[in-house]
């Protein structure tokens, strides 16, 4: 009997199908779709091209390439930048008064020297001794010269005896 | 006739024209098949020419295990499933009243070959009873009885187009048929008194 009935059904589905689109509207149906397609999308063999990974993976490398170029580039200018800044610093707290660029670069120089003396990297006392009394002899102390064995002595005792009178002051 | 292989395979290396052959033969049937889903012809067309034109956008993506129609088919459901989730309409019920377009309220093609007018009416009533039918089942059931039987689609392809075994399209088919014979045993089986009397 259900199977009667379920035949029936499908007997009047074939007899009666889905209807079909009104002719009228056919016409237009593929013309409108290819508009749309040319339109709205390249041809795929191209839409690799719009890949979104593949897109940002090359605007990743790209920007990447850029900033590494740039700061290499720019990292000189700001050093210059900076030393300009710090000048600039130094006039308005009005440090830079009367002061020349010669003797500026003197005052740099010397400042130099001072750090190197601090910094201890002889390898030995000699060799120490003499750096030293090449050292005194740049800043203007021509007595420090090591002219002969005799007055090395005489400037390694006045060294000790500074010493000495250091640590008693302290 | 170039297959559907040969004109995809043109249409990949730039051929974009070509694809319109494509579109001239599977139009009726996907228009058809959104039809069944929505019940009207303008937004029938509207949701397979969409799925004509996301094919097209995707067609690199096109695995060629299965047909085209079915790959197509597949994007066409899919198309008719967001028509609803996102505008929140439900799908067209068919009503008999007097003042609609019955030519828009039914969805299946109605003709009386005697041309009685009263034979006319009785499979007009039927065809909606059959269709508020159809429209009453499960999510599903109603997608594979509609794939299958409305749009003739076969259980591979159905199958295809659902996501599922063949053997799931089976049990659903056979389900929803046992639910169309329980809702229309008392309208087919006074359709078939009727035709013993003619």
């Known amino acids: ?170 | 006739m170039a297959s559907d292989a040969e004109v995809i395979a043109a249409v990949l290396q730039g051929d974009a024209d070509r694809y319109a052959e494509l579109v001239t033969r599977y139009q009726p049937a996907a228009w058809r098949l959104a039809y069944s889903f929505v019940g009207n012809w303008d937004d029938a067309k509207e949701l397979s020419q969409n799925g004509f034109v996301k094919a097209y956008r995707h067609l690199r993506r096109f695995r060629r295990q299965a047909r085209f129609s079915t790959w197509l088919y597949r994007i066409v459901v899919n198309e008719c499933k967001d028509f609803f989730k996102h505008k929140a309409r439900r799908p067209r019920m068919v009503s008999l009243g007097h003042d609609e377009d019955p030519d828009e309220a039914i969805v299946f093609e109605v003709a009386d070959p005697t041309g009685d007018p009263s034979d006319l009416l009785a499979a007009r009533e039927l065809a909606g009873r059959v269709q508020e039918a159809i429209g009453g089942l499960a999510g599903r059931q109603r997608m594979a009885f509609r794939l299958h039987h409305l749009n003739g689609l076969s259980l591979e392809e159905t199958a295809d187009v659902m996501k599922c075994r063949v053997g799931t399209v089976k049990a659903h088919l056979f389900r929803s048929c046992e639910r169309l014979r329980v809702a229309l045993s008392p309208y087919l089986r006074e359709q078939e008194r009727m035709e013993v009397r003619e």
């Open chain 1, 1 to 170: 009997m259900s199977n009667d009935v379920t035949a029936r059904l499908m007997a009047w589905l074939h007899r009666h199908p889905l209807k079909r689109p009104p002719q009228a509207m056919q016409t237009a149906y593929t013309d409108e779709v290819m508009a749309r397609v040319r339109a709205s999308a390249p041809a795929p063999a191209f839409q690799w091209v719009l890949r979104p990974r593949m897109v940002f993976g090359f605007g990743t490398a790209i920007a990447f390439g850029m900033a590494v170029v740039v700061l290499t580039h720019r990292a000189p200018d700001q050093v210059a930048s900076h030393a300009e800044h710090a000048s600039q610093v130094l006039a308005e707290l009005g440090e830079l008064n009367g002061v020349s660029g010669n003797e500026l670069e003197d005052e740099a120089a010397a400042l130099d020297h001072m750090m190197l003396a601090e910094a201890d990297t002889s390898a030995d006392d000699e060799a120490w001794v003499q750096e030293t009394a090449e050292l005194l002899n740049e800043v203007g102390d021509s007595s420090a010269q090591p002219s002969d064995e005799g007055s090395l002595e005489e400037l390694l005792k006045e060294l000790e005896s500074l010493d000495e009178s250091d640590i008693a002051s302290s």
